[in-house]
């Protein structure tokens, strides 16, 4: 890894603290003010940049007392923003058919529940930490992986691949995930590290099966599987 790369994989790893800390600063305060939240949900644009949205009741979000709510969360934005990092705040009206799945797919890949009522009393923050630990090990793979050349289509001719998407679409006749495609690359270009980055993705791609209830025992082993990956990929 170069000293670039390590530079900017500690970047995102701060701000995506970061950004989780914003966000639960936010959840709190908009909490006391009497607003009934249920969950964030954390898309990451950029290394520096990040959306959060945050479910909120039905009944509030449509009053118009809500739009205080949208003025106290801008002013907020603004008191946290700088050139380094960036946060968008939105809100969405609580449901029961939200589509978890979709969420997911638009790249939400973190999901707090402090709010939820089936959520245990006194669980810490776990249920951020796998995702976030597998997403930081994805960022130091890909440091560690990309650039790379393959062989082109056409004979004689071989194309740089600078990231995982232009991978995936350069495989695009296969039915295989961006994460899949990665977990391979893995195995291929950084094997002594295989079975933990596999084992960190199994565990941030189930989690929601178990409706986030990470118990956190399973928080601290994915914490030691991205120290793992890290460790590796800055050799």
């Not at 801008?74 to 058919?97: G, L, P, W, Y």
Request: aromatic letters at 12%; glycine letters at 2%.
């Amino acid at each position: 890894m170069t000293e670039q790369a390590r530079i900017l994989s500690k970047t995102f790893e701060q701000n995506i603290d970061k950004a989780q800390s914003c966000c639960e600063d936010l959840f709190n305060s908009l909490s006391a003010k009497g607003y009934k939240l249920y969950t964030i949900h954390l898309r990451a644009e950029s290394i520096s940049t990040f959306s959060a949205l945050f479910i909120v009741d039905k009944t509030q979000y449509l009053s118009d007392e809500f739009r205080e709510a949208f003025v106290f969360s801008r002013n907020f934005q603004e008191s946290i923003i700088n050139d380094d990092f960036h946060i968008i705040f939105m809100f969405m009206a609580h449901s029961k058919t939200i589509n978890e799945d979709c969420l997911n797919a638009d790249g939400y890949f973190l999901k707090y529940e402090k709010a939820c009522e089936h959520l245990l009393v006194g669980q810490d923050l776990s249920d951020w930490v796998v995702t976030t630990a597998f997403y930081a090990s994805l960022h130091f793979v890909s440091y560690k992986i990309f650039p790379f050349s393959i062989r082109g289509k056409e004979e004689g001719k071989s194309i740089k691949i600078e990231n995982i998407d232009q991978y995936k679409n350069f495989h695009s006749n296969e039915n295989l995930s961006r994460h899949h495609h990665l977990a391979n690359l893995v195995a291929k270009y950084c094997p002594p590290i295989q079975p933990d980055y596999d084992r960190l993705l199994s565990l941030s791609m189930t989690a929601r099966y178990d409706h986030y209830q990470t118990d956190r025992s399973v928080a601290n082993m994915a914490v030691r599987l991205m120290r793992t990956i890290k460790k590796h990929c800055e050799n």
